[in-house]
């Protein structure tokens, strides 16, 4: 099985309030990320998580707030977003595949901020 | 540094035509190579990937070979279909850091 889930699959809020994405996997990966995708844009790294800890953090305002809780849960916390934080928002994870590190993704958060 | 390089789209073919999409990396080392599918609405799939020289990847009808004496990756199919209409990406890894880098995605639009 290689799923990661996410919800909510939609979202709308405004710019005064605070909301959550998840994802999940259970495929052992020890490597989870968020991505932010504009329309015909490829996706853009936000954070990554290894072992549960954060390791790489693309100088993403502090607005966007990442959780690992445990091996196999991402929040991404949001509080006061702008209307261009609008986007598709993707998770994903990796492990090793048949001999090489491989990204799963989840099927996103469609994110409208008004 | 590690980059990839897609060729620039909108691609339009019609069904059953031959697909060809470039792609080429620049990477230290020896990266692993993927073609990820993304769907209208939804997140990427991968598609096929390949770990070292001269490895074919194969899915659905699609192939890539990884050529390193000319840093390619070209993704390819035989005979495309409408529902193959989508937006194709190209990545690479080689960092301890699990870090994946993509290029700009080529959309391909296949026409009855």
């Known amino acids: 099985d290689t799923e990661v889930t996410q919800t909510p699959k939609h979202l709308v809020m405004g710019m005064t309030n605070k909301k959550s994405l998840k994802c999940e996997q259970h495929m052992g990966h020890r490597a989870m990320y968020w991505y932010k995708q504009k329309a015909k844009k490829p996706p853009e790294l936000m954070f990554v998580y290894s072992y549960e800890k954060l390791s790489i953090n693309e100088s993403v305002p502090s607005r966007f707030s990442p959780e690992c809780p445990n091996s196999s849960l991402l929040n991404l916390h949001l509080h006061a977003l702008q209307p261009e934080d609008s986007a598709l928002y993707l998770c994903a994870s990796s492990g090793r595949d048949r001999g090489t590190d491989t990204q799963y993704f989840g099927p996103g958060t469609r994110l409208t901020v008004l | 540094g590690n980059s990839v390089t897609q060729m620039e789209g909108p691609v339009t073919l019609s069904e059953e035509a031959f697909l060809t999409i470039n792609c080429t990396y620049t990477a230290t080392g020896y990266p692993s190579l993927f073609w990820y599918v993304q769907y209208p609405g939804e997140g990427l799939q991968l598609l096929l990937k390949a770990t070292k020289a001269d490895d074919k990847g194969s899915n659905k009808g699609f192939e890539a070979t990884y050529r390193k004496e000319t840093t390619s990756f070209h993704l390819e199919k035989g005979s495309v279909q409408v529902s193959d209409s989508a937006v194709y990406f190209c990545?690479?890894?080689?960092?301890?850091?699990?870090?994946?880098?993509f290029g700009t995605g080529t959309s391909l639009t296949v026409i009855p």
């Open positions: 990545a690479l890894t080689n960092d301890p850091g699990n870090q994946f880098y």
